[in-house]
T-cell receptor
């Protein structure tokens, strides 16, 4: 059973370009979470999705950021018109549908560098 | 809002015990977690504790929870060089559909030979 997969592992963009980050959850997991880790900091929650639904986007910046988790295919975190402050590691996690203990399995992350 | 705090650095000698501390503010926390992050890698769940427990032991790892003081600690016995990593404390609580984890800023553990 493959773990959570993210690609690309490293992404370089110039200011103003778009960044697309992909996350494939573990098999059988229908819940996906995106977190951002700025240098020297902990992970900050961005968004929680289930298939075709955004459940909690309280951590998403109001502009330029969007996320989706379609019925088929990976979850996508999209950042439009990137700025230098978007440089960070973006981690995806997945969990099975459960109402109790919430173990989130993390992917290796995508390290975004904005030049 | 929720806040989780940790000290930034800890150095120990190989073979000694390491104790990493964490404080949190959300009294409705249901589960508390310890994650390990090695350089360039994602987070690996080490252990977790349910909020109605005081202690949990798992091989070399011991988690202590003082719910009154909102203090969590992770003890690593017989620390090895392979334990060098960043350790994150995290908490989760459930309100409605909220399932997010709130992380501390991480403690960099350095194990000296």
């Amino acid at each position: 059973n493959a773990g959570v997969m993210q690609n690309p592992r490293h992404l370089v963009r110039r200011r103003g370009q778009e960044a697309r980050l992909r996350c494939s959850p573990m098999k059988g997991h229908s819940h996906v979470y995106w977190y951002r880790q700025l240098p020297e900091e902990g992970l900050k929650f961005m968004v929680y999705l289930q298939k075709e639904n955004i459940i909690d986007e309280s951590g998403m910046p109001k502009e330029r950021f969007s996320a989706e988790f379609p019925k088929e295919g990976p979850s996508i975190l999209r950042i439009q018109q990137v700025v230098r402050g978007d440089s960070a590691a973006y981690f995806c996690a997945s969990s099975p549908p459960t109402t109790g203990y919430n173990e989130q399995f993390f992917g290796p992350g995508t390290r975004l560098t904005v030049l | 809002g929720e806040d989780v705090e940790q000290s930034l650095f800890l150095s120990v000698r190989e073979g000694d015990s390491s104790v990493i501390n964490c404080t949190y503010t959300d009294s409705s926390s249901t589960y508390l977690y310890w994650y390990k992050q090695e350089p360039g890698a994602g987070l690996q769940l080490l252990t977790y504790i349910f909020s109605n427990m005081d202690m949990k032991q798992d091989q070399r790892l011991t988690v202590l929870l003082n719910k009154k003081d909102k203090h969590l600690s992770l003890r690593i016995a017989d620390t090895q060089t392979g334990d060098s990593a960043i350790y994150f404390c995290a908490e989760s609580s459930y309100s409605g559909s909220a399932r997010q984890l709130t992380f501390g800023s991480g403690t960099q553990l350095t194990v000296l030979p």
